[in-house]
């Protein structure tokens, strides 16, 4: 964690980095309230009155620093049958596969700046966007070696992560789909089963594995 006492707000159901603040540990009580009433004004303003809740304050995480750009690791999970991952012939389940796709990096000297594609864009002068090159400013793929080795990893840590990736997703799933058949079965006037509870939670199984593209 951020040894400063930074903390990062975020709303929820935005994107884009829309409505993150940054609260440094040096920030002034009046500081801090100006930049979360801005952020919620923002929020108000494009999703309407009452939207961003509940917010989220959590500390800052450190970013690794590489070439001057603070780094942040991106990791997609997704849910896929077997038949599509191993042929027809494969057992009928469906597998979580979490594959690693970027490090998105902060503009050179703006370490602060929200770790977003997207919002990093709005921040490019005219000059920076006529580079055919400027997209490789922002991001780097995170699922070949040479872009590993420049960040300090390799394919079987990288592995790892996405093993944890996988895992986690899987948990999550697991439990959304526990809580949704406890509340169906809670709406009917029905004691909950616990057999098709854990039917309905294992659904979603096999192994946890993590594919490297």
């Not at 009928?92 to 690693?100: K, L, M, Q, S, T």
């Not at 939670?201 to 993590?210: C, D, L, Q, R, Y």
């Amino acid at each position: 964690m951020n040894p400063n006492g930074d903390v990062v707000v975020k709303p929820s159901g935005s994107g884009n980095g829309k409505g993150i603040v940054f609260v440094k540990g040096t920030d002034s009580p009046e500081m801090i309230r100006e930049k979360i009433e801005n952020a919620a004004a923002s929020i108000e303003k494009d999703y309407g009155k009452g939207a961003g809740f509940p917010w989220a304050a959590v500390p800052r995480v450190n970013l690794k620093v590489v070439d001057n750009h603070e780094q942040e690791l991106r990791v997609v999970s997704f849910i896929v049958d077997g038949h599509a991952l191993y042929g027809k012939d494969a057992e009928a389940e469906r597998y979580v596969v979490a594959v690693p796709t970027i490090f998105k990096k902060s503009p050179t000297g703006e370490a602060d700046m929200v770790m977003n594609v997207t919002a990093n864009l709005n921040k490019l002068t005219d000059a920076d966007k006529a580079d055919p090159d400027f997209m490789t400013r922002l991001q780097d793929a995170a699922c070949n070696k040479e872009s590993l080795e420049k960040h300090g990893l390799n394919v079987e840590g990288m592995t790892d992560v996405c093993r944890w990736s996988a895992a986690f997703t899987r948990h999550v799933v697991s439990e959304r789909i526990k809580e949704k058949s406890a509340a169906a079965q809670a709406s009917a006037s029905q004691p909950a089963s616990q057999e098709g509870i854990q039917q309905a939670a294992t659904s979603v199984k096999g192994k946890e594995i993590a594919e490297y593209a």
